[in-house]
């Protein structure tokens, strides 16, 4: 049974930085392209980050380019997103999704595994 879980969501003020983590089971990790998703109230959820199964190759969303990184440990079989210079609209619900594929996407309906998501809130 396959379980992303992603931790390290909370309340921020605006500037900020927090680092999420997503822990994957119960899948061979290294053979994923892994990928953060994000869901605010009322909107669809949107792309914004992926990275391939080595970790060499990123892909980022415009809004989140050149603050937000993403990077993976395959050892611990865990992908991380490091934001920073976190804004009011960076607020939602975080998601970490699991893509058996060779190119990276941002199409979420690509994506094979889904975790439940972790909140983050960004105060002006």
């Known amino acids: 049974q396959v379980q992303l879980v992603e931790s390290g969501g909370g309340l921020v003020q605006a500037g900020g930085s927090l680092r999420l983590s997503c822990a994957a089971s119960?899948?061979?990790?290294?053979?994923?392209?892994m990928g953060w998703f994000r869901q605010a109230p009322g909107k669809e959820r949107e792309f914004v980050a992926a990275i391939s199964r080595s970790g060499d190759n990123t892909y980022y969303a415009d809004s989140v380019k050149g603050r937000f990184t993403i990077s993976r440990d395959n050892a611990k079989n865990t992908v991380y997103l490091q934001m920073s210079t976190l804004k009011p609209e960076d607020t939602a619900v975080y998601y970490c999704?699991?893509?058996?594929?060779?190119?990276?996407?941002?199409?979420?309906?690509?994506?094979?595994?889904w975790g439940q998501g972790t909140q983050v809130t960004v105060s002006s």
């Open positions: 999704a699991a893509d058996y594929a060779i190119s990276l996407t941002p199409q979420r309906n690509r994506y094979n595994y």
């Open positions: 119960g899948l061979t990790f290294s053979n994923y392209n």
